[in-house]
């Protein structure tokens, strides 16, 4: 069984920056999903186990930066220049063996960004 704990969420002013972290045991590609109040739950960005190919949702391509460090188990989530619209509740998950899906979920942190 995977496991996967977010942290690093909070409350931040437009334009700020958050680091997110996903504790994640195993050998796996990873990505961050997130979800809005009363919205679907969108793809944010993705890491391959070795961290040498990452992709992003176009959203947030050029602001948020995903980064792996596997002797700490943990994927992080770097995100500068926060807009009001990236308020979300953030989420962790490693991919299976089908490639775009993504078997283990982590439980969520909120990232709220004040206009």
């Known amino acids: 069984q995977v496991q996967l704990v977010e942290s690093g969420g909070g409350l931040v002013q437009a334009g700020g920056s958050l680091r997110l972290s996903c504790a994640a045991s195993?050998?796996?590609?990873m990505g961050w999903f997130r979800q809005g109040a009363g919205k679907e739950r969108e793809f944010v960005a993705r890491?391959?186990?070795?961290?040498?190919?990452?992709y992003y949702a176009d959203s947030v391509k050029g602001r948020f930066t995903i980064t792996r460090d596997n002797a700490k188990n943990t994927v992080y989530l770097q995100m500068n220049s926060l807009k009001p619209e990236d308020t979300a509740v953030y989420y962790c998950?490693?991919?299976?063996?089908?490639?775009?899906?993504?078997?283990?979920w982590g439980q969520g942190t909120q990232v709220t960004v004040s206009s």
């Open positions: 195993g050998r796996y590609a």
């Open positions: 890491i391959s186990w070795s961290g040498l190919n990452t």
């Open positions: 998950a490693a991919e299976g063996t089908t490639r775009g899906s993504y078997d283990y």
